[in-house]
Structure formats: C-alpha cells, structure tokens
C-alpha cells in the first residue's frame, strides 16, 4: 500500500520560495505555452466572426471589405493594443526559452542554464519595452 506525506498547508504555500531558476524556466515555459494557445483559438474565433453580414445592412459585404473594417475597429481600441504587446512579450519569451533548451537538450551550455534563463528575460522585457513605440504609437 502506497503511503503520502502530508506537507501541511503552510509548508506547501511557502514551498514557492525553494524554486531554482531552472523550475521558474518550466512553470513560465508552460504558461506561456498555454497563453499562446488561447491567444490562437481566440483569434480563429474573432477571424470567423469578420466573415458574413454587415449589420447596418441586409446586404453581404465582400469578405475582404468585412475583415478589413473588423480588424481596423479593433485595431482602434487601446486595449487591444496593450494586449499585442502583451502576445509580443509572451512569445518572444516563449521562442527565446525554447532556443534555450534545445541548446540544452543538446548538451551546449549545460553549466550556464540559470543564466541563459536570466538572460533570456532580460532580452524579452529589452525587445518588449523597445517594441511598445511602434505599438502604440497613433493612439497616445
């Protein structure tokens, strides 16, 4: 019969501060990963949705004509600007963690992992905040 430790309920919430860098590197990995995700079935759903019938008018719109005026009216919203930066930052973070295992899978910087971890934030919050300009730029 197999047995479990019962680490008590303080334990387990404080446990968050034993974490390494390379545990922070799995746990954003996979938010990312899940992010990424919703973001692409969120955008196939608004994409399906700027294909069909002008609400002011009966009349069918061109496909091209609907898309274009949905994209623009969202394009408009400053939220849906801060939320692109936000993608951007996600999957910059994303891609340049990934690079960084494969690098490690194959067996190149293995002494360095925690710092390649570090820098690969600091790249992704340096591409993020230099990238925010052209963002928003004709909205503030």
Known sequence: MSQSYDRGTVEDFGRWREFSAGMWAWIFHKLTGWILIGYL??????????????????????????????????????????????????????????????????????????KSFYISLVLTGAITVASIPTFLGGVL
């Open 41 to 114: 079935f969120t955008h196939i759903a608004v994409l399906s949705t700027s294909i069909g019938v002008d609400p002011g008018s009966e009349a069918v719109l061109s496909q091209g004509d609907f898309y274009t005026s949905t994209l623009q009216g969202l394009e408009e919203l400053l939220i849906v600007r801060f939320l692109e930066v936000g993608l951007l930052a996600v999957a910059v973070f994303h891609i340049l963690n990934g690079i960084r295992l494969l690098f490690v899978d194959l067996g190149i910087g293995l002494e360095v992992q925690d």
